[in-house]
């Protein structure tokens, strides 16, 4: 069974510092990885989706790599600011399943 | 394209009431999904719907939890009797179905946010 974990839990940084979130999987048989921000009280927003094929994928100020023989997955925020706090979440699909497995999230807050 | 809706956005019920979750997926997303997030915790699949039927329900509490999908489209989420530990936000998502579908991502709706007193 699929297991995503995510490291911090919670990160506090100064505004304009670069930063990278953590995620690992236990399964590394994966389809796909996406990543997502969730503001409070709020949805989920997609930011980036990584093929298995793709080591990967970047979008503005954000890049998102994945190393599938070791189980993980990091996304690095550049120059960070207030409007980037808000909980990130990876997902993983397995090569076995159809729906995503997702990370417990990690609380990001970027002080002005 | 019109995004993933869902409603009501909030939902106050006592134990024991019953309570229904409504989501309307972006057109021609075949596959739809409900999800539950507890406070402080990642999204759980509760169901995954393709068209009409269903692919997936190991984790849907069917004592009291049940979901449809009429015409492929629209879906409702029903929980009764509810308990105090459903407290938490229903996330309905889709997800196309254009050639391969685990190749594409989800989309997600806001929520609803459901509180068991």
């Known amino acids: 069974k699929q297991e995503v974990t995510q490291i911090p839990a919670a990160l506090s940084v100064p505004e304009g510092e670069n930063l990278v979130l953590n995620c690992s999987f236990t399964?590394?048989?994966?389809?796909?990885l996406q990543w997502f921000r969730q503001d409070p009280g709020k949805g989920l927003t997609s930011l980036l989706l990584?093929?298995?094929?793709?080591r990967e994928q970047t979008s503005g100020r954000l890049n998102a790599s994945l190393d599938k023989s070791s189980g993980r997955s990091t996304l690095y925020i550049a120059a960070s600011q207030p409007g980037d706090s808000a909980t990130y979440l990876c997902a993983v699909r397995d090569n076995y399943g159809q729906n995503f497995v997702f990370g417990p999230g990690t609380r990001l807050s970027v002080l002005p | 394209e019109a995004g993933v809706a869902q409603s009501p956005r909030y939902k106050i019920i006592e134990k024991r009431q019953s309570v229904a979750f409504w989501c309307n997926p972006i057109s021609g997303h075949a596959t739809l999904y409900w999800y539950q997030q507890i406070l402080g915790q990642g999204p759980k699949l509760l169901i995954q719907?393709?068209?009409?039927?269903?692919?997936?329900d190991s984790q849907l509490p069917k004592d009291r939890f049940s979901a449809e999908r009429l015409k492929g489209v629209d879906s409702t989420l029903k929980i009764q009797p509810a308990k105090l530990e459903d407290s938490a936000v229903y996330l309905c998502?889709?997800?196309?179905?254009?050639?391969?579908?685990?190749?594409?991502?989800?989309?997600f709706g806001s929520g609803t946010r459901l509180t068991v007193v």
């Open positions: 990584i093929q298995s094929s793709q």
């Open positions: 719907f393709q068209n009409n039927g269903v692919v997936d």
């Open positions: 399964d590394s048989a994966i389809y796909n």
């Open positions: 998502a889709s997800s196309s179905t254009r050639d391969s579908p685990r190749h594409y991502g989800y989309t």
